[in-house]
Each structure stands twice: as structure tokens, then as C-alpha cells.
């Protein structure tokens, strides 16, 4: 075995994953942060280091995975997965997998009318298959010739082979067959932990892109700049179809969030929910569910939100259900399925 490569401090290699980082996610990244996610990831790679196959290996291999570190999400099973194990695994049938890739291939890399008769051959996980991008209108005409000529299951399978196909394609780190997506801006990661704005691009309040990044980082969640975090929730709450109203920021008195039923909010209607936000490492107390309790009075609201990087102290629970109160707790496991619900699509779409 010869030495390994140094990917760490490998110039090019960090300068390419930095301008990859903002093809394909509109993000722009520092140096140290690309070398960090390098570094947390070479354990992926361990097996091709020092070896004959370690440029090709790792080069691929090790870029996707610092892809899915910045939300690029899917990037690593794109490249690891065949595209028939991906079948096979949602149609929990191996063989109805295979003639449905080879029904696939067999119109999709030929001129329309001409379709081929193809085989995986003895190993069909070992096929490879390029992911290229089929227009829609075409996709749905396969399917429906598939169904006329070898009945409904093989028609659905089809269909599936084509979810994976665009799967493998949107999660490429180099498609073909249509433009990059043209990003309105180069969003800088470090506003997710600096900055006190709440303007975003992609989004009302939060930016997706930032949401797809805490995704893959959620361990950062209690890291992020404050603000950004009651933007989090309110982005949260808009896209359920909540009027929402983010406070000042400082000085709102307690209530970070006042949130309303589509089509309720007017200026005497008092909020449906009021919100306050919390980045804590330590258990929420009950003196701050109390008063969160008092505000809800206050404030003529129907219930009270404590959204929280931390759980509640069994004290707090306790008060809430004696006195029964109107306030209920989100915590760090609920923040988490919010953002995995907001995560964009393994299609890589997303629509505001």
C-alpha cells in the first residue's frame, strides 16, 4: 500500500467541494467548515486509503458525503445504492425489480418508437445506469406501455424504477441532461449562527436551505443565533397555513410568536397561539412554564407554545397538569420532526 492521499489539506479538492457546495445547494461555505466535514467523514472512506482505487474511491465518495454534511440529502445513497437493490427494496420483489429496470432502459436511452430489449445479465446489481433526466409527459407514456403490454404490477414497478431513476439524478453531484438550478443568492452558513436576520430567499421566515443544513447537523440546533431560531418556528407555523407574527426580538415581553387561524386575524382578534422560544441545554423549569401560562391570560389566547432545544423538568409537567394549564411543550424531539417534515424532497423540489 502507498501512502494516503492527504484529503483534508488537498487544495483543489476542498476548492471543488466549496464550488459544489454552491452548485448544488446555494451555499457558501469557509474553508475550515468543508475541511471539518472532510475530516467527520474520511471514516466512510477508510478501506480505499493507500490504495490503487483511492483517487476514484474516495474522490466520489467522500464529496457526496460532505454533500449530505451541508443537506444535500440522499448524495452518499445515490452513488452506494444500485438502482435495482432501490427497487427491489420498495417493491420487496428482486425479479419484478429487473424487468422493470430493463423495461426502463430500454426506452429511455433510445429514440422514441425504438425501444431495445435489454438485459442486466447475470449480475444486475452490478449494472450500472446512468441517471439522466426524462421529461415527465415521457415517463408517464412508458409507464402506461408498460401496463398495456405486461399488465398493472409491472406497470407500477415501472413507475417506481423511474422515483429511483430521478432519485439517482437530482442527488447526482453531476447530472445530465438539464441546467443546474440558478440560485437567486450565495447564502453565507455562518448567518445560520451569527446573524439576527430574519429575511430569507427561500422561505418566509427561514431559509430552506438552512433548514436542509440542521437536518443533517441537528445536534447544532442549540448552536444557532437566537433569532434565527423563533424565525425557525415561525417558518414552521406559515407553512401549516398559520397567519403568523414574528415580535421584535427584544423586548416582546415573553412572547416571541403570536400565531392566528388562517382568515382570524384582525386588529382587536386576540392570537389563537401565542409562542415563546428557548435555546437551553438545561431542563425547562416550571417558573418559566408559569409565566408563559400567565402571558396566555394576557394575551386572550387559546393555548401557549414552549418551543425548547431542551426537555421539560418533571416539575414543569407537573404544574401544567394540576393547574391545567394551556401550555404545551416542544421539545428537541419535535423540533427535530419539523425539520425533517420541512427537509426538501428526495426529488429536489421545494416550493415556498
Not at 90 to 96: E, K, Q, S, V, Y
Not at 270 to 298: F, G, N, S, Y
Request: net charge negative; proline share 4%.
Amino acid at each position: 500500500m502507498s501512502k494516503p492521499w492527504d484529503w483534508v489539506n488537498d487544495r483543489s479538492f476542498i476548492e471543488l467541494l466549496s464550488e459544489v457546495i454552491g452548485i448544488k445547494l446555494g451555499l457558501a461555505a469557509t474553508d475550515n467548515q468543508i475541511k471539518q466535514a472532510a475530516k467527520e467523514n474520511l471514516y466512510l472512506v477508510e478501506r480505499y486509503l493507500g490504495t490503487s482505487v483511492e483517487y476514484k474511491a474516495v474522490h466520489s465518495r467522500l464529496k457526496a458525503a460532505v454533500l449530505e454534511n451541508f443537506g444535500f440529502h440522499g448524495a452518499l445513497r445515490a452513488i452506494d445504492q444500485p438502482i435495482v437493490a432501490g427497487i427491489s427494496e420498495r417493491l420487496g420483489n428482486f425479479d419484478l425489480a429487473i424487468r422493470a429496470t430493463e423495461f426502463m432502459i430500454g426506452h429511455i436511452y433510445y429514440p422514441v418508437g425504438q425501444p431495445h430489449l435489454e438485459s442486466l445479465g447475470s449480475f444486475p446489481l452490478a449494472a450500472y445506469i446512468m441517471p439522466i433526466h426524462v421529461e415527465p409527459e415521457r415517463v408517464r407514456e412508458i409507464i402506461e406501455e408498460a401496463r398495456e403490454l405486461a399488465g398493472q404490477a409491472l406497470g407500477d414497478a415501472v413507475a417506481i424504477a423511474f422515483e429511483e431513476l430521478a432519485f439517482r439524478y437530482t442527488r447526482s453531484v453531476i447530472p445530465l441532461g438539464a441546467p443546474e438550478r440558478v440560485w437567486q443568492d450565495s447564502l453565507e452558513l455562518a448567518e445560520l449562527f451569527d446573524s439576527e436576520s430574519t429575511i430569507a430567499t427561500y422561505g418566509r421566515f427561514f431559509d430552506q436551505r438552512f433548514i436542509d443544513y440542521l437536518v443533517a447537523n441537528f445536534n447544532q440546533i442549540g448552536q444557532i443565533n437566537w433569532r434565527k431560531f423563533e424565525a425557525l418556528t415561525a417558518e414552521h407555523f406559515h407553512r401549516q397555513g398559520f397567519e403568523v407574527e414574528l415580535g421584535a426580538g427584544r423586548n416582546d415581553n415573553g412572547v416571541d410568536l403570536r400565531i392566528w387561524e388562517s382568515g382570524t386575524i384582525d386588529e382587536d382578534s386576540a392570537p389563537t397561539i401565542i409562542v415563546q422560544c428557548k435555546r437551553e441545554k438545561h431542563k425547562i423549569q416550571k417558573v418559566v412554564v408559569k409565566a408563559l401560562a400567565a402571558d396566555v391570560m394576557w394575551e386572550g389566547a387559546k393555548q401557549g407554545l414552549l418551543v425548547a432545544t431542551a426537555d421539560w423538568a418533571p416539575g414543569a409537567r407537573e404544574v401544567v397538569k394540576t393547574r391545567s394549564y394551556p401550555v404545551k411543550e416542544v421539545n428537541r424531539t419535535a423540533l427535530k420532526d419539523w425539520l425533517t417534515a420541512m427537509r426538501t424532497s428526495g426529488s429536489g423540489l421545494w416550493l415556498p
